[in-house]
């Protein structure tokens, strides 16, 4: 079993910046993708960035690149996403994800393990 917690959510005003964290339970995540995705009210959970605990590959939705920055640190079994460039449109619930595997998917049911979630609110 895997256990994902985030945190770092918090109010920020348009333009500012924010940083997510997401510390893993598990020891070793060599094998894994990690991912972020985001649910705005009414909305469906959306993917946002991944990345290979192994290699460090990332990617990133059409909507946060070049904004957006994903990376990790083994020694920690932590992931996190710097946000810069803050929009009142990235307002979400934002989530961590993990999948086992090497290759990164956008959907939310490739993703086996989930955080509970941490608020980010862009006011303009």
């Known amino acids: 079993q895997v256990q994902l917690v985030e945190s770092g959510g918090g109010l920020v005003q348009a333009g500012g910046s924010l940083r997510l964290s997401c510390a893993a339970s598990?020891?070793?995540?060599?094998?894994?993708?990690m991912g972020w995705f985001r649910q705005a009210p009414g909305k469906e959970r959306e993917f946002v960035a991944a990345i290979t605990w192994s290699g460090g590959r990332t990617y990133y939705s059409d909507s946060v690149k070049a904004r957006f920055t994903i990376s990790r640190d083994n020694a920690k079994n932590t992931i996190y996403m710097q946000m810069n460039s803050l929009k009142p449109e990235d307002t979400a619930v934002y989530y961590c994800?993990?999948?086992?595997?090497?290759?990164?998917?956008?959907?939310?049911?490739?993703?086996?393990?989930w955080g509970q979630g941490t608020q980010v609110t862009v006011s303009s």
């Open positions: 598990r020891r070793t995540f060599s094998s894994y993708v």
């Open positions: 994800a993990a999948r086992s595997g090497t290759t990164y998917y956008t959907r939310v049911e490739n993703y086996d393990y």
